[in-house]
Structure formats: structure tokens, C-alpha cells
């Protein structure tokens, strides 16, 4: 059973950053490709970034500029660097893997953007 672990929420000031990281309990390397999606109150869960096993990555147009996603396959780990944080971001961020035609999703961390 694969696990995917979040951390590195909380609350940040606007303007301010934040760095999230996702821990598998398997080599990341057999993933097709892994996403960080948000999902804010009452809205839909949205895709924000997602990098492949040849590090191709792929952004919301929301968060091109600010947000980068990178992947360390050694630690089995994937982090999304969140920088000029703006109100909007505020949402709950999960992590998610690809395995073929299966998904698999972490338990999610709060991201808070507020003054």
C-alpha cells in the first residue's frame, strides 16, 4: 500500500513563502508523474503542479512565476516551493501520485495566506 505524507503548512503572511514536501512509503521512480492539487472551501480540487519521471513539469497559470515543483527520487520526495503567497492560495494541498491507471492521494496540509 503506497503513502503519501504531507507537511510544511500553515499560516504565512501574504508575500511571505512556504516550502511543502511529500514523503512516499515506495520509490517515487514508479510513479508516472506526481501533482500537488489544492482544494479551497467550496471550491473544487484543483491541479497546481505536476513533474514527471523525467522532471517535465507542468503549472497552473495561477501559479506560474511563484510556485516550483521538484522531486528528490533518493528521499523519495517531492516539494512544491510556494513564494509571493497571495489570499487565493489558501486551501488545503494534497500530493498524488501516478501509478498507471491509479491514483493515490496524501491526507492533505493547510496552507492559510492571511494578515
Known amino acids: 500500500q503506497v503513502q503519501l505524507v504531507e507537511s510544511g503548512g500553515g499560516l504565512v503572511q501574504p508575500g511571505g513563502s512556504l516550502r511543502l514536501s511529500c514523503a512516499a512509503s515506495t520509490n517515487i521512480f514508479n510513479f508516472n508523474a506526481l501533482g500537488w492539487y489544492r482544494q479551497a472551501p467550496g471550491k473544487q480540487r484543483e491541479l497546481v503542479a505536476t513533474?514527471?519521471?523525467?522532471?517535465?513539469?507542468n503549472y497552473a497559470d495561477s501559479v506560474k512565476g511563484r510556485f516550483t515543483i521538484s522531486r528528490d527520487n533518493a528521499r523519495n520526495q517531492v516539494y512544491l516551493q510556494m513564494n509571493s503567497l497571495k489570499p487565493e492560495d489558501t486551501a488545503v494541498y494534497y500530493c498524488e501520485a501516478d501509478y498507471g491507471t491509479i491514483g493515490y492521494w496524501g491526507q492533505g496540509t493547510q496552507v492559510t495566506v492571511s494578515s
Open positions: 513533474i514527471t519521471q523525467d522532471s517535465s513539469t
